[in-house]
């Protein structure tokens, strides 16, 4: 898993978004897309605790976040920050949840994509959209 983090600023702050609703806030260091799992530490004394190991399978989504008191009930719908050249797509959970922004790297046989939100006003970063777990990715 590489070398720990040393101080906060080398860490991600981050939303796990559980299939089963739960909403879980935390840290992690050297996420992989490519990984089928990644360690989260905790929200409190991340640098001081050992983290859990969450399973890829069990996620709708990794949200990046800017902080943890923003609201996390709203709902992005684009970040300024978004590439320019990637393609604008819509993604649908299987719960129903949509979320709209921009992707370089969408391919359905991944495990995942990265999508950066297009409304400046979010509190999303980034969110790493597990596969999946969506009930449909479409090109708007």
Do not use: C
Request: hydrophobic share 35%; glycine share 10%; proline share 4%.
């Amino acid at each position: 898993m590489g070398t720990p983090a040393r101080t906060l600023d080398q860490l991600n702050k981050v939303v796990v978004g559980y299939l089963n609703g739960d909403r879980v806030k935390g840290y992690v260091y050297e996420f992989s897309s490519l990984e089928d799992s990644f360690n989260l530490l905790p929200q409190e004394n991340p640098l001081q605790e050992q983290g859990i190991t969450v399973e890829m399978k069990n996620l709708k989504a990794v949200y990046f976040v800017w902080d943890f008191s923003r609201n996390s009930e709203y709902l992005d719908f684009g970040h300024a920050g978004a590439p320019m050249d990637g393609r604008t797509v819509e993604v649908t959970f299987t719960d129903g949840e949509k979320i709209v922004g921009r992707s370089q790297g969408y391919n359905s046989q991944r495990l995942g994509f990265f999508l950066f939100p297009a409304d400046p006003r979010g509190n999303n970063i980034r969110i790493f959209v597990v596969t999946r777990n969506t009930r449909q990715v479409k090109l708007v």
